[in-house]
C-alpha cells in the first residue's frame, strides 16, 4: 500500500523544511508540521483532513476543544462532516471521470 510511504515522504519533505542540519531537533517541529498537514486542504478532496473529521476546521493548535468547549451544536458537526463527506465525494467522482477520460483507450 502506497498511502503510508506517500504520507511518510510528505512529512519528511516538510520537516526538513524547518529542522537544522544535522536534523536532530525534528521532533521539535512535528506537533507544528502534523497540525499543518492535516489542516491544509488535500488536492483529492478540496478539504483538509481535520474538516474530513471534525466537521469544521480547526481554530487552534493547543487544547482539545469539544463541540459543548466551543458553543457548536453537535448535530450542527454531524451534518457538516456529512456535508464534508458528500463534497468530497463528488470531487473524487469528478477526478476519477477525468483520470478515465485522459488515459482510457
Known amino acids: 500500500n502506497g498511502i503510508p510511504e506517500r504520507f511518510n515522504r510528505t512529512l519528511a519533505d516538510m520537516i526538513s523544511m ?5 536534523g536532530k531537533d525534528w521532533d521539535l517541529h512535528l506537533p507544528y508540521v ?3 498537514y492535516r489542516t491544509s486542504p ?4 478540496n478539504a483538509s483532513p481535520y474538516l474530513m473529521n471534525h466537521g469544521r476546521e480547526a ?3 493547543d487544547g482539545i476543544e469539544s463541540a459543548r468547549d466551543t458553543g457548536h451544536n453537535l448535530n450542527e ?3 457538516k462532516i456529512k456535508e464534508a463527506e458528500d463534497n ?3 470531487i473524487i467522482e469528478k ?3 477525468e483520470q478515465e477520460r485522459k488515459y482510457s483507450p
Open 34 to 36: 502534523v497540525f499543518a
Open 42 to 45: 488535500h488536492s483529492s478532496t
Open 95 to 97: 477526478e476519477k471521470q
Open 77 to 79: 458537526i454531524v451534518r
Open 18 to 22: 524547518y529542522t537544522e542540519p544535522d
Open 59 to 61: 481554530q487552534q493548535m
Open 88 to 90: 468530497a465525494r463528488k
